[in-house]
Structure formats: structure tokens, C-alpha cells
């Protein structure tokens, strides 16, 4: 397995980050090494063996239907990065979701 | 579960649905339609993985904690109703319930989804493998049926639970997204619980559509779990549309977003299917895309491209433990749901109301409005016959909502009750009707009809008295009569009507004359 | 400088109570310790000097003293005081503190003021704690050395030249330091136990959830466990004690009641088996931590403990699965950071390439390397072989844990394979920092609680710890042996040597 600079920039692209031709280059052998690394997981023959999520399997964990409180608007709005009209302000959007 | 496609007939007999009994085709293509009906629960109190609370209406980013900004460090916990709710859902659509389900992480970045992933349901649906039996409105396409209405059979693959995306506004003068310099986002909107209920590509009309999302509508509803109203985007729909020719394999399918009618539902199919047959005709490609139905101009048009499938990186949420329900559960849930459309429909056709009536009823859930007219003493036939023409009509006249008019089952149950013993005639009860909704329900039809002197007057010997003064000014027609032209005591009638503001019993008043007249 | 400072927890809070000493005069100690040993760079990493710790972020020394009055009020007016009234504590910047700045020590939190606590801070104020600020870690927790903080290195305070581990570098540097008795550590594959090993302090990972994550700034939130750090073990079993509990903010808070592990603490560890794990120590572990271990095997021993080889035949897996499990998760879980809600925004003509310019400039090379291996690890064609995979894996490992207990009451191994070392030696490899974890990991994936207590110095004079580990909700076991270890080993926790922080007066070296 062996990441190309395509596929790290497809992987970046994925997670939403800004990578230069420079960064690409220095991340794919990073990359490659961690993934190197991590596939020794292959060698178990883990097949039927069901996953873990949660270490102690706790189940139906839910909450009753009372409304609680919430943030002062000021407060919100104050943490956003730009805000405007009682609303968080973000440049266009290009993308449909 | 039956992996065929099926339709009932008139006679209940349940056959395969064959092509040639495909009610669309446009120069030898069919169409195959799947829906996306996601649901709102509007009648919870807080969202589906926090305790902030639902209150539709309120000021821009007013209804948001922690959990629903996404702040760091925040942590969701599901709604218990929330998943009752789908739980019931999923039950009314005779879903299988799963003994164990998780949530997942949907994970994609838009500015409407605080957290950039969306927790939703994954491998394992709560619900799963279930149907939706619809009736079709008269559609001659069916064939020998002539114009009854059929019933057609939609499996549902599953419903899930997830939660809602943010609201976001768009600069310039459209609003839309496109041109925009900026948007806006209001956070109240985000995780509200929502339902996501996908049928299989079962619908082969754009009525079948309709007809599903009408009869979807009415399941909400009559289960209590949101208001189910499209035109405020509490029930929103996703049509997956694709047209090929019979024993050949399926199109290439695309997507119209967000329809807020029944009616863009219809339009919006037949548009894109007559779309899709034009353009392969043409000799052009259909591409998978997502399209956008555009009401006003009545065409749909490109959205994004799915050039390469989204990899939404679905894994389970490690903040949230799975849902289990045991079969007790299950069937204790089952044996709590109330009375379902098709069930209403079978009950009130055994009562012998009309077929269309039936429809009617159910689609505008007025369902138990008959009933509290009957238990107010009402004939089922009549007051049916009332709420659905009378009251629906003077609503749509005066621009109403039904179900905010301020009149109930019972009321209606009472004006027809006072039709039957005479106290108001057709036209004088219509008259209470108008007269109560535009004050409100607060006064009883008889009240109504009191306070405004609309009695009818029934009384025999006032109305004797009466025929007795009309015949003794009248006594040339009362010859004419007597010589043989019947029509002419029409005009007596009018007289004995007039004499008492309108509010003579027709049919006494009749009677009276013919006894004074002909002995 | 006041000789407060050398003073446990547990001395302190009844020097408060008795009124030998005021929760200010404790307050102001500690204080003055930053002022002296700490510099005051807080999120300058320019301005960190050469023999500046840098524990701190910010020092919240105001509000600090403050509470402390109001302790001391509350005890004039002959209130009866919460268990660790008066006792400063160190904060790590991963916790949510409403009104003070929470950065978990990225540059995309920079300034960002939370609007709510944490459910664990709430629990230590609640418990008379005085915090005293916010202290460095490795940005979100990804990492063991401190070094991938955006806001400069923490320098351990026995070699000012070397890194004190991570992520809770800044929590242990702190107490190591005497500059708070406790510090707010977490642990998702070593974050507390690794840390502490390599300042001498004490540090434990408490069951998967036994502390409420409610407010902790999510690394992976599967394996995302706070937990105390301090100097005794006594303190770190009063500190569990008020962090503990079930809390219905998180829906994978344990319902359980919490154990009073003081019942047992002082009872010994005679006839207990202990098991040493045979894949956690020999290659790859430093010779100065093999000698450190054996010797510990031997104290254990000669306080009647029954010492009993153990195999966790996957536990060789479990750095491999971990470093796909936690990635996966982290890049998850930083999706939220884009610039939209709240935090640092890089300004662009699209929202996209405003969540993409801003996540490039606001993350660290470290955190961009584990969101992009986690990312690439749940995508489509890989999820089975890399995510599902290594969540059987923990499966496996969790097993080998069942059948361990079969056969031993706790396990032992060395908690970090080597000592603290020096700054950048281990940064441009990846791996080799990960190595760092190998001793740790496999609690984590198994969710068990484990701590580290120290065992010793290694040839240089740098501190060793000794991990150990117990079943599932059996912290009040796994406290009991730390505190008969820590009493025979008698480990003096004042930094000293060539290069160590300055010596407090009264210190006992």
C-alpha cells in the first residue's frame, strides 16, 4: 500500500485542508511510513471476531424529552468569527451539499 | 416480504404489476421512481441528541446549546421520544424493528452542519423492510378498473433517525445560493429530529408519488409525531427519478431535492421523466446528478454532478451506545398504535361512506373529526358529507386551515344534527357554518343559529297560519292549480318563504300548501 | 519560598481545614512558585525563556485568590469544607472553562472563551480545588513529548533540556514542579501514565467511563479518558475521588456507584498475584527502564505479592490498531474546526476555501498527520481494512485482558519504554514518537483503568515509572498496590540534578 501524491491531495481534499505541492510531497512518505506500520493489523486473522466501540457495551443510554438551557445568542454569536443579522456570517458557498 | 411489485384492484385482489398496466409511458419508456421523505418531529420538545428545545418561530440562533453549535468539549445524548417516535413509525409502516442499532457518523463539511459530520443511521436501521399500501386517484391508465380508485403496494427499504442540518439564507436580491456573496447561517434549525424514510424504487406514476407522500403524510399525523406540514418544510422530499424501456435494465437516475408539495412532487416527476426520454432520444447521456425543481418556471435543472461518489466515511459514534429494543418492547409499542389510515379507510368504507369521501378524509386527517361527529350524534354518511364538502370548501374559500378554524368534529357533528331534526335546513345550516368561522367555535350551531335568527320555522301551526294568508291573496294561482299546472306552486312556496325571512321548513311548507290546495 | 509548596494534596487540605494554614496563603504559595520557576510566556512560544517550564498557559491568579478567600470565608463563618478545599490545581488545556480561554494548545482555538465548563472542572471546584490556570499539552492531545503544542515546549523539570512526555506535558511539569499538588491529566493511549512516568509524579487513567468527558475537548472519544496527577498516590486516589461519577451529559458515562478506594489503600498487597506482561518489556525498552522494572518485580515480591508471567499475545497489535482507531476518530472529531462557529478564521472568497485555508494555518503538522491517516483510514475501499480491522483488534486484546484475570489480580509492566528525553531528538519521525505508547496502548484499547507510579531513577538520574493495570472498575485494586509500592519504594519526587528546575527550600532533597 502505498499512497501517490493524487491520493494525498484526494485525502486532503476529504478533510478539508489547504496542502501545497511542498506539503504533499513531505506527507506522502509520512504518510506511507505510519500506514506501513499500521497495517500490521493484517496479520491478525481477525475474521468474525466482532469489533469494539465502546470498551464496557452500555446500551439504550437516553434522555427524557425536557428542554434545557441554552446559550445567550450574545454569547454565541460573539464566539462565531463573523456574524451578522442575528446570524453566523460565512463567505459564498460553491458547493451544493 | 415479497420482492414483487404489486397493485390491488378494485375487487381487493392483490396481482403483480405488469408493464402494460404501468399507468406512465411515453413512447414505450416507463418510470421508475424511489422516494426520500424525511420527517421532522415536531411534536417533540427537544432536539434528537440534545435538551435544547424545538420551538419553531423563535428568533435566529435562539434554540442552541452547546451540543447544537458543536462546541468542543459538547457530547450527544439521544432523545428518548425521538426514537419512539421513529420506533412507531417504522411499525406503521410494518417495518421490522431492530433488537440492536446503532447511530453512525455521516462526515462531510457544509456550512449548515455545525459539527461537518451529521450523526445518523448507517448498517443497521432502526426500521427496516416494510411497505405502504396508497391509493391511487382515479387513473384510467390502469385499465378495466374503470375510474375507482387502486391500491398500490410501495415497500419502504427503511427508516432511520438523524438529525437536522442548520438553516442557511443567502445574500443578494434571489436568496438563493447561487450569486450569492455571502450566507447566513441560523442554527435553531440544527438537530431537530428527523426520520428519513426511503421507499424502493416502487413508484411508477408521478400520481403514485403523490399518492405515497399524501398517504405518508397521513400516517404522521394520525401517529402523532410531527405536524407533517410540507409548506414548512417539516416533511421535505427527495424524489430519485429514472426512466427505461420494459426487459431493458434500468436508467441512470437522478435526484430533485427538496420538494415542499405534493404538487411539485407530480409536476416535478413528469417534468424530469419527459425530460429523460426527450434526451435519450435525443441521443444524449443521463448523467447522476442532483436537480433542483424550479415551481414557478416549472422545470428542473442541474444542481451538482456525482461525478464520483461522495465517501462520507460512515463509522459508528463512539459518543452514543447502541438502541436496543427487546420483542416485548416491540409488540408493547405495536399494540399502542393508534388507528392507521388504511385502517380508517376499511372501517369507514364498512360504514359505507364513498370512496372519494374516504380519501379526502384521511388526507386532510380529518379522520377523527368524523368520529367525534358521530359520537356527537351525527349519521356517519352525513357528517362525512359535511366536513368534507361544506366545511373543507368554505375553509379553502375563506383560505382556512382546517384544522385552525376553530370548529371541531363535535360542532360539525351538531350541525348535522340539527339538519336532520329540521331545525335548519341545508341552506340555513351553511349559513351557521359561515357565520361560526368567522367568529370561531366558541358558540354551539344552535347558538350560532339562535343568536342570528336562523331557526327554521317547523312550528305547524304558525306555518298554517301563514299558507293560509299566501293562499287567500293567491287565489288565481290557486286556480291555475287546481287546473293542473303543478310547477305553479313553486310560487306559493316563495311567498311562504319570504313571509318568514327564508326559514319555513320546505318540505312542511309543502306539504301544507298541497293539503290547502288539492284538500 | 514557602516550604507549601512541597506539601501533598492531602497535607494541604488539612492545613486548610485545621486552620494552620489559609487557602489563600496556599493560593499565593503556588503563585509565587509559577512566578519563580514557570516564566510567564503563557501562549507566546517566543517568549518561552531557556529555564522557563512553561506548565502554563494562562494563570488565572485572581480568580484564583478569590476562591481562596472565599474558602476561607466559608471556614471563618464555620462552613464544613469540601474534601480538597484549599488545594491548588493545574488544569489542562483540553478541559472547556467557561470564561477562560481554552485553546487545547492549537492555534485554531486561539482565543476562543468558552461559554460552559466542564463536567470534571464543575466536580473539582466542587470539591474545594483551586485552579490555577490552564496548562500545555500537545495539540489536542496528539502526542508525547508536548512538543506539538502551538504555544512552545514544556520542559520537564528534572532536565530543562529534555521534553517531560505528553500529552500532558504542561499538567505533569506542573506538579512535578511544585507548582500545583494536582493536575486535570488525559489519557487516550498514554497521554496521563506516559507523562508522569517521565516526571516522577504519579498519574492515572481511570476506567473508560468512570470521569466524564463531558467538556474535554474530544481526541478519540472511544479511548478519551481524563484523570488526576499528583505527586502521592494517596492524593491521586482523593483526586480520582471527586473527578469520578456517572454523569448524564455523556452518553458512555458508567451508571455505576464509585468505589471508596480508601477503604483498601492501606491494606497491603500480600497474596496478590501479579502478573508481568512478557510482550511489554525486554527489546525496545531502555536498559536504565528493564532495571528500574526488575527491581520494582522485586519490591513487589518482597511485599507478598505472587509474581506471575502473563501473556497478552495482541498486545503487539495494539500500537498498530491504536494509531489507526484514534486517527480514524480525531479526524472525526476535528471536522468541527473550519472557521464557521467559533475559533479562528483565515478569510477566503469561499466557504470552502475558508474551511480549507483555515484548518491549513490552524492545525499543526502532527494533528494534520493523524486527521489525514484517520481520514484515509474510514474511506471508502479501506474502512474494513484499517478501521473495522483494528476495532477487532481491540476485541482480541480486550479478551486477552479476560483471560489474564483468570490468572493474575493486576498486571505490571515498565509504563513508557524509555526515560524523558531530550528536545527534538524523536520529532521527525513519527514512528518513533509513537513508540512511546507501546507499554500504554493496549489498557486504553481495553478500556481498563492503569496508572503509572514511579520506581526509580534510571543511570542518568531521570525518573522511570511503573505501570500498573487491574480489571475493569477495579481502580480501588490497582490504588492499593501503587500505595504499598510507593511506601516500600520511598521515591523522593523533587526534581534534582545538573540541569533540574530550582529546588524549592524545605524540599526534602
Known amino acids: ?97 | 416480504m415479497t420482492e414483487m411489485i404489486t397493485y390491488t384492484r378494485k375487487d381487493g385482489v392483490t396481482e403483480p404489476l405488469t408493464d402494460e398496466r404501468i399507468g406512465w409511458q411515453l413512447d414505450g419508456y416507463r418510470l421508475v421512481v424511489g422516494l426520500e421523505v424525511h420527517v421532522e418531529l415536531t411534536e417533540l420538545k427537544t432536539k434528537m441528541f440534545s435538551s435544547d428545545p424545538i420551538d419553531f418561530g423563535g428568533d435566529p440562533n435562539t434554540r442552541v446549546g452547546p451540543v447544537t453549535a458543536g462546541l468542543p468539549g459538547s457530547l450527544p445524548v439521544a432523545n428518548k421520544q425521538g426514537v419512539r417516535s421513529a420506533a412507531l413509525m417504522g411499525l406503521a409502516l410494518d417495518c421490522g424493528i431492530a433488537g440492536t442499532c446503532e447511530f453512525h457518523r455521516k462526515n462531510y463539511f457544509y456550512p449548515d452542519l455545525p459539527k461537518n459530520y451529521q450523526i445518523s443511521q448507517y448498517e443497521i436501521p432502526l426500521c427496516h423492510d416494510g411497505f405502504l399500501d396508497v391509493v391511487v386517484d382515479p387513473d384510467p391508465a390502469y385499465g378495466d378498473e374503470g375510474d375507482e380508485p387502486i391500491g398500490r403496494r410501495v415497500r419502504i427499504e427503511r427508516v432511520h433517525m438523524e438529525e437536522d442540518t442548520a438553516k442557511s439564507s443567502h445574500s443578494g436580491d434571489t436568496g438563493r445560493l447561487h450569486g450569492a456573496d455571502k450566507s447566513f447561517i441560523d442554527l435553531n434549525r440544527a438537530g431537530i429530529p428527523l426520520l428519513e424514510c426511503v421507499s424502493r424504487p416502487d413508484v411508477r406514476t408521478p400520481e403514485e408519488a403523490q399518492a405515497y407522500v399524501r398517504e405518508l403524510i397521513a400516517v404522521v399525523r394520525a401517529i402523532g409525531i410531527s405536524d407533517a406540514r410540507m409548506e414548512e418544510g417539516s416533511i421535505r422530499c427527495d424524489a430519485n427519478v429514472s426512466v427505461h424501456i420494459p426487459g431493458e435494465p434500468l436508467g441512470t437516475r437522478t435526484e430533485i431535492k427538496n420538494l415542499n408539495s405534493v404538487r411539485s412532487i407530480g409536476r416535478s416527476i413528469a417534468y424530469e421523466a419527459e425530460r429523460q426520454v426527450r434526451a435519450i432520444q435525443a441521443g444524449e447521456t443521463i448523467v447522476m446528478e442532483t436537480r433542483h425543481w424550479d415551481e414557478s418556471a416549472g422545470v428542473t435543472a442541474t444542481l451538482r454532478r456525482k461525478e464520483t461518489l461522495a465517501d462520507y466515511r460512515f463509522f459508528p459514534d463512539p459518543d452514543l451506545t447502541p438502541i436496543v429494543h427487546t420483542d416485548q418492547q416491540i409488540e408493547e409499542l405495536r399494540a399502542g398504535l393508534p388507528e392507521l389510515p388504511k385502517q380508517a379507510r376499511a372501517r369507514l368504507a364498512e360504514a359505507g361512506i364513498a370512496a372519494d369521501i374516504v380519501i379526502t378524509l384521511v388526507d386532510n386527517d380529518l379522520v377523527p373529526w368524523l368520529d367525534d361527529a358521530v359520537a356527537a350524534g351525527a349519521d356517519a354518511s352525513t357528517a362525512a358529507n359535511w366536513i368534507t364538502g361544506e366545511l373543507l370548501g368554505a375553509c379553502a374559500a375563506a383560505e382556512l386551515d382546517v384544522h385552525a378554524c376553530g370548529l371541531s368534529g363535535t360542532w360539525m357533528g351538531q350541525l348535522a344534527g340539527l339538519v336532520a331534526d329540521r331545525t335548519l335546513s341545508n341552506k340555513l345550516a351553511k349559513q351557521v357554518l359561515q357565520v361560526a368561522l368567522k367568529q370561531g367555535g366558541d358558540r354551539s350551531p344552535s347558538e350560532v343559529a339562535e343568536a342570528e335568527g336562523l331557526q327554521q320555522v317547523s312550528d305547524e301551526g304558525a306555518l298554517q297560519a301563514i299558507v293560509d294568508q299566501v293562499i287567500a291573496r293567491n287565489a288565481k294561482t290557486v286556480e291555475d292549480i287546481r287546473g293542473g299546472n303543478a310547477k305553479a306552486i313553486g310560487a306559493l312556496v316563495g311567498q311562504v318563504m319570504g313571509a318568514t325571512k327564508g326559514q319555513a321548513d320546505p318540505k312542511l311548507t309543502n306539504q301544507l300548501l298541497q293539503r290547502a290546495i288539492n284538500g | 519560598m514557602s516550604e507549601l509548596i512541597t506539601k501533598s494534596a492531602a497535607e494541604l487540605a488539612t492545613l486548610v481545614r485545621t486552620g494552620e494554614a489559609s487557602a489563600r496563603e496556599v493560593t499565593d504559595a503556588h503563585l509565587a512558585r509559577i512566578e519563580q520557576v514557570d516564566g510567564n510566556a503563557g501562549y507566546d512560544k517566543d517568549a518561552v525563556g531557556e529555564t522557563d517550564v512553561h506548565a502554563f498557559l494562562t494563570v488565572t491568579a485572581d480568580a484564583a485568590r478569590a476562591q481562596a478567600d472565599e474558602i476561607d470565608a466559608a471556614r471563618a463563618r464555620g462552613d464544613e469544607l469540601p474534601p480538597l478545599a484549599g488545594v491548588p490545581l493545574a488544569t489542562k488545556d483540553l478541559f472547556v472553562t467557561k470564561g477562560t480561554e481554552t485553546t487545547a494548545s492549537s492555534n485554531i482555538l486561539r482565543g476562543w472563551i468558552p461559554p460552559y465548563d466542564a463536567t470534571v472542572v464543575t466536580k473539582l471546584r466542587q470539591a474545594g480545588t483551586i485552579s490555577l490556570g490552564k496548562v500545555n499539552m500537545d495539540e489536542f492531545a496528539m502526542g508525547s513529548s508536548t512538543e506539538t503544542s502551538a504555544y512552545g515546549n514544556t520542559r520537564n523539570p528534572w532536565d530543562l533540556g529534555r521534553v517531560p512526555g505528553g500529552s500532558s506535558g504542561g499538567s505533569v511539569a506542573a506538579v512535578s514542579g511544585m507548582m500545583a499538588p494536582l493536575a486535570t491529566g488525559t489519557d487516550t493511549g498514554g497521554s496521563i501514565r506516559q507523562p508522569a512516568a517521565l516526571t516522577g509524579t504519579v498519574g492515572m487513567k481511570p476506567t473508560y467511563g468512570r470521569v466524564s468527558r463531558w467538556g474535554m475537548v474530544a481526541f478519540a472519544s472511544s479511548l478519551d479518558q481524563a484523570g488526576p496527577i499528583a505527586r502521592t498516590v494517596e492524593d491521586c486516589a482523593l483526586m480520582y475521588t471527586a473527578m469520578a461519577g456517572h454523569d448524564p451529559k455523556d452518553s458512555t458515562s458508567l451508571p455505576n456507584d464509585v468505589d471508596d478506594v480508601f477503604a483498601s489503600l492501606r491494606t497491603g498487597i500480600e497474596g496478590l498475584r501479579i502478573g508481568v506482561v512478557t510482550e511489554l518489556q525486554g527489546d525496545g525498552y531502555e536498559p536504565g527502564v528493564s532495571a528500574s522494572f526488575a527491581e520494582a518485580l522485586t519490591r513487589l515480591e518482597e511485599l507478598g505479592a505472587e509474581i506471575v508471567e502473563i501473556s497478552l499475545p495482541h498486545a503487539p497489535y495494539g500500537l498498530p490498531a491504536y494509531y489507526l482507531v484514534a486517527p480514524s476518530e480525531a479526524s472525526s472529531n476535528l471536522a468541527r474546526y473550519d472557521g464557521t462557529v467559533f475559533g479562528t478564521r483565515v478569510d477566503a472568497p469561499t466557504s470552502e476555501e475558508m474551511n480549507a485555508a483555515t484548518r491549513a494555518a490552524g492545525f499543526g503538522t502532527e494533528v494534520k498527520r493523524r486527521i489525514m491517516i484517520g481520514t484515509y483510514a474510514l474511506s471508502a475501499g479501506y474502512y474494513d481494512a484499517y478501521y473495522q480491522q483494528a476495532s477487532r483488534i481491540r476485541t482480541l486484546i480486550a479478551n486477552d485482558f479476560k483471560a489474564a484475570w483468570e490468572h493474575a489480580d493486576l498486571l505490571v509492566s515498565p509504563s513508557s519504554p524509555g526515560v524523558a528525553f531530550e528536545f527534538g531528538s524523536k520529532s521527525a519521525d513519527p514512528i518513533a514518537m509513537y513508540l512511546n505508547d507501546v507499554a500504554t496502548v493496549p489498557g486504553s484499547l481495553a478500556g481498563i483503568p492503569a496508572m503509572s507510579v514511579p520506581s526509580g531513577l534510571d543511570e542518568q538520574g531521570l525518573p522511570v515509572g511503573l505501570q500498573i493495570m487491574a480489571p475493569l472498575l477495579r481502580e480501588d485494586l490497582m490504588l492499593r498496590a501503587a500505595w504499598a509500592f510507593e511506601q516500600a519504594t520511598g521515591f523522593d519526587t523533587t526534581p534534582r540534578g545538573a540541569n533540574a528546575v530550582a529546588t524549592p527550600q524545605g524540599a526534602r532533597a
Open chain 1, 1 to 97: 500500500m502505498s499512497l501517490t501524491p493524487d491520493e494525498v491531495r484526494h485525502v486532503a481534499m476529504l478533510a478539508r485542508l489547504a496542502v501545497t505541492d511542498d506539503e504533499v510531497a513531505a506527507l506522502a512518505p509520512e504518510l506511507n511510513a505510519i500506514l506501513g506500520y499500521a497495517e500490521q493489523v493484517g496479520e491478525v486473522a481477525a475474521h468474525g471476531i466482532p469489533t469494539t466501540v465502546h470498551p464496557i457495551p452500555l446500551t439504550n443510554v437516553l434522555r427524557e424529552d425536557v428542554p434545557g438551557e441554552v446559550l445567550d445568542r450574545e454569547e454565541l454569536l460573539a464566539q462565531a468569527p463573523a456574524a451578522e443579522d442575528d446570524r453566523i456570517v460565512v463567505p459564498r458557498i460553491v458547493s451544493e451539499d
